[in-house]
Structures are given as structure tokens and as C-alpha cells.
């Protein structure tokens, strides 16, 4: 059975590329290109596509397109393919539905394996995006498993005191007491901000706390 792709990109020299690679590839039939989410969510309708190789960082693409893409055809599936992406893009990128995920400058093979593997149920990451999963500490799994929402990810005020505390080296009892807490909330607090960050250890959170301005960069000794 053909695999019916559609590519979803702006820019044009990415989707001639695309379609080069694809041309030769027997099992994949190319059905339609979109160049914004307004065209892609069309395109959904009118081809049903198995699966959609999108680079969900272009200008008018995201994970919201993604999100409701996958409301609006649940028998298809996503697979990103992107420059480097960032831990946010790969976290919005899993939560909004992506199945799959490589970079452009993967070799050929593994951009027509992600397609052929994901169209048969399969995930599917290149090896540069499972480096950056394993250094962003990133539980795939339990991402993609949370339920869709239209939501972006939130914390509290609580929280975001709780992460900051957490990157600046204090204990939980430290915490407790500046926040006059218990240190049983403090660990409930700390499991809920793992789970909504995708998380599983503390370094994800100091790099979190880091890179989103709830502590200064300077105190630490390593590059972020």
C-alpha cells in the first residue's frame, strides 16, 4: 500500500528538495504541499494524507498547526524535520502530536526512513535528535502519552520559586523553610514541574531555570 505524504514548509527550496527525494521512493505518494497552517489544515481534508513531514518551525507552522492537524485527522501522523531544534521545540513539537522526528540535514535514507517507518506505526528519531533528547533528559514517552490540550505548559508563581530554589542548589528542607512549606509539598511541587516540563532529573530543570531567566546563568561554573 502507498504511503500518501504531504509536505507542509514555506520554504520552496525545502519542498523541492523533498520532492526530489520522494520521486524515486515507490511506496510514497506525494498528494499535496502547504506553505502556512491555514492551507495545511485544508490539505488534511481534502487529501487525508498518512503522514505529514513538516518543519513546524517555519514562519506560519507550529505545534498549535500540528495539534489541531491531528484533531482534524486522526489516521495521520506527523514527523518533523527541522534545523536544530531547541528543548522547547522538540517538548512543543512532542506535545502537539508529532510522531517523529529528524533534521534536515539528515542523509537521505533516514529522511525516507522516518516517513516509511511512522506510516507503519512506528516512532522514529534520527541520531542527532536522540542526542538532543538525552541531553535535554526528556521522557518521550510519557510526552507524547499526556493528553492534547489546547493550553500551552504553565507553572505557577509557586513553581516557578520552587524551580529557581531547585537551580540555585537548595535542599528541599532549605526550600521548606524559605517558603515555609513542607518538605512533602516542596516533592510534590518538584514531581508536578517534572511532569509538565517532560523532564526526569534535576540538571533539566536548572538548564529550564537557566535558559527561561528564573536564575542567572552566572551562577553557575558550565555553558547552558
Not at 518551525?57 to 486522526?74: H, K, L, N
Not at 517507518?117 to 533528559?137: N, P, V, Y
Amino acid at each position: 500500500m502507498r504511503i500518501r505524504t504531504l509536505l507542509a514548509d514555506h520554504s520552496e527550496l525545502s519542498l523541492i528538495g523533498l520532492r526530489t527525494i520522494f520521486a524515486d521512493v515507490p511506496r510514497v505518494e506525494l498528494v499535496g504541499e502547504a506553505r502556512d497552517a491555514i492551507e495545511l489544515q485544508a490539505q488534511l481534508v481534502r487529501t487525508r494524507p498518512d503522514v505529514v513531514l513538516i518543519d513546524h518551525t517555519a514562519e506560519g507552522f507550529g505545534a498549535d498547526a500540528i495539534r489541531d492537524g491531528v484533531r482534524r485527522s486522526r489516521r495521520t501522523r506527523f514527523v518533523a524535520i527541522t534545523p536544530d531544534p531547541s528543548q522547547l521545540a522538540l517538548m512543543s513539537a512532542l506535545r502537539g502530536g508529532v510522531t517523529s522526528y529528524i533534521k534536515k540535514d539528515c542523509d537521505v535514507a533516514e529522511i525516507i526512513d522516518a516517513v516509511l517507518h511512522t506510516a507503519d506505526g512506528q516512532k522514529f528519531f534520527c541520531g542527532k535528535i536522540l542526542e538532543a533528547i538525552h541531553r535535554a533528559s526528556l521522557d518521550v514517552d510519557r510526552i507524547i502519552e499526556e493528553p492534547l490540550g489546547c493550553e500551552p505548559v504553565t507553572l505557577s508563581e509557586r513553581e516557578c520559586e520552587i524551580i529557581a530554589l531547585i537551580a540555585e542548589g537548595c535542599s528541599y528542607t532549605r526550600i521548606a523553610d524559605r517558603l515555609s512549606l513542607s518538605a512533602h509539598t516542596v516533592t510534590t511541587h518538584r514531581k508536578n514541574i517534572m511532569q509538565k516540563l517532560g523532564v526526569n532529573n534535576t540538571a533539566a530543570v536548572v538548564l529550564y531555570a537557566v535558559k527561561n531567566g528564573l536564575v542567572s546563568p552566572n551562577k553557575f561554573l558550565f555553558n547552558v
